[in-house]
């Protein structure tokens, strides 16, 4: 019996293998395909790697392959050029946080949109959701990458702000929640005032009356 050989993420003339899917009749090996055109299709792995089929059967003719997807303008394509310009575009606002600390993008998701929606596809994409990193010091790749609501991603962006501290690099937010530290008051002594993460945390917090109605905190 010859040797299974997961063939996921990879393209064969003009379709990009999805996942495997149960077999057809007499243990055929079968997988779900993404053709260029968008559709999605089912392929026998014996017609893909001979390439007795390119396509869904949207171009009969079968003329040489294409690398057009028509996929620019969904959100998926959005996710993953934005993945790129925070790893790989030092003019881009958040590359500090990403790019600029080391953070990568696997070989095969940085140079083919096609293999980052195979994956996508077979791992519970939808619009609702964005791309997330399990380890937020690792890099965007398939064993790092999950699928969560935007609204946690969200929650997650505003801890964006990584701390070198006892000899190792954290994200504040998880710092704070570790030390029992106010996350929003060490955040601004850091951000807005400039102050070291030993300051922020030594100073103690001063309380001001303003009126008989109103206390201010001053920090």
Not at 209 to 215: A, D, I, M, P, T
């Amino acid at each position: 019996m010859s040797k299974f050989i997961d063939i996921t993420g990879q393209r064969f003339n003009n379709l990009v293998v999805i996942k495997r899917i149960d077999n057809a009749a007499r243990g055929c090996t079968m997988w779900e395909c993404l053709c260029d055109c968008g559709n999605i299709t089912k392929v026998r792995g014996n017609n893909l790697k001979s390439g007795a089929v390119k396509s869904c059967g949207c171009n009969r003719k079968e003329s040489k392959p294409t690398l057009r997807h028509n996929m620019s303008k969904t959100r998926l394509y959005r996710e993953w050029s934005a993945m790129k310009r925070r790893c790989l575009t030092p003019s881009c606002k958040a590359y500090k946080n990403y790019g600029g600390r080391g953070i990568k993008i696997c070989k095969k998701w940085e140079s083919s949109f096609e293999s980052f929606m195979a994956w996508a596809l077979s791992n519970g994409y939808s619009d609702e959701l964005t791309i997330e990193r399990i380890d937020v010091n690792g890099d965007y790749c398939p064993e790092n990458c999950k699928w969560i609501p935007a609204n946690e991603q969200q929650k997650n962006r505003t801890s964006c702000l990584f701390i070198h501290y006892n000899g190792k690099s954290q994200n504040l937010f998880d710092l704070c929640k570790e030390m029992n530290l106010s996350y929003k008051l060490i955040h601004n002594r850091i951000h807005k005032l400039g102050w070291t993460f030993e300051r922020a945390i030594s100073e103690p917090v001063h309380v001001e009356k303003r009126n008989k109605k109103n206390v201010r905190i001053r920090i």
